[in-house]
């Protein structure tokens, strides 16, 4: 899964680099419907051979159209008759459910700060056990629910890396389950 802020733009080249990477890897790709992030990804994807692994998960019909898809497989993840808030937050945590690793661009550049969604979706990655590359200057804040190392991505990207805790006082997570 790609995704991060809608008011961030990333370099057409550093999408095209890190999406050949994955896709060497085999992998396929799952993005959002908004603006930002997931539109400078959904404009390299959309190409040979990466559109055939991809999927675009979408809060609102009207953003299953080609002009917001560029031509990629997409659908509506969420309820009918949901508020737009609710909507985003479910497709959000339907995408992190759905996805086997997050890669996250969180900081909003006209505030500084981490966008409601990012945080949302590290918080549903690390509950569901998924690993999170955060491309981002500082480290996320400090959760018993994953640990944070300094990374990177093929040289591409510098970051963190959070780590699911599987285990907790008393044995794994889902034990309790």
Same mark, same amino acid.
């Given at each position: 899964?790609?995704?991060?802020?809608r008011?961030? @733009?990333?370099? =057409?080249?550093? /999408?095209?680099?890190?999406? @050949? @990477?994955l896709h060497?890897l085999?992998?396929g790709f799952?993005?959002g419907?908004?603006?930002?992030?997931?539109?400078?990804?959904?404009k390299? !994807? /959309?190409a040979?051979?990466? /559109?055939?692994?991809?999927?675009?998960?979408?809060a609102?019909h009207?953003r299953?159209?080609p002009?917001?898809?560029?031509?990629?497989?997409?659908?509506?993840v969420?309820?009918p008759?949901l508020?737009?808030?609710?909507? !985003?937050?479910?497709r959000t945590?339907?995408?992190?459910?759905?996805c @086997?690793? !997050?890669i996250?661009f969180?900081?909003?550049p006209?505030? &500084?700060?981490w966008?409601? &969604?990012?945080s949302l979706?590290?918080?549903t990655?690390?509950?569901?056990?998924?690993p999170?590359?955060?491309?981002?200057k500082?480290?996320?804040?400090?959760? =018993?629910?994953y640990?944070?190392?300094p990374g990177e991505l093929? &040289? !591409?990207?510098t970051?963190?890396?959070?780590?699911?805790?599987?285990v907790?006082? &008393?044995?794994y997570c889902?034990?309790?389950?």
């Amino acid at each position: 899964m790609l995704a991060g802020s809608r008011n961030r @733009q990333l370099p =057409p080249a550093l /999408c095209k680099a890190l999406v @050949q @990477q994955l896709h060497f890897l085999g992998l396929g790709f799952l993005v959002g419907c908004a603006n930002g992030v997931d539109r400078a990804f959904r404009k390299v !994807l /959309c190409a040979e051979p990466y /559109c055939h692994r991809t999927f675009v998960a979408c809060a609102f019909h009207a953003r299953t159209k080609p002009y917001y898809t560029f031509g990629l497989e997409a659908n509506v993840v969420v309820p009918p008759n949901l508020s737009p808030r609710a909507a !985003l937050h479910r497709r959000t945590v339907w995408m992190v459910r759905t996805c @086997q690793m !997050l890669i996250v661009f969180p900081v909003d550049p006209k505030t &500084g700060n981490w966008g409601r &969604g990012s945080s949302l979706a590290l918080t549903t990655a690390c509950h569901n056990f998924r690993p999170v590359f955060i491309a981002a200057k500082t480290p996320p804040p400090k959760n =018993p629910l994953y640990i944070v190392l300094p990374g990177e991505l093929f &040289g !591409l990207i510098t970051g963190y890396w959070a780590i699911p805790h599987p285990v907790s006082e &008393g044995g794994y997570c889902h034990d309790d389950i």
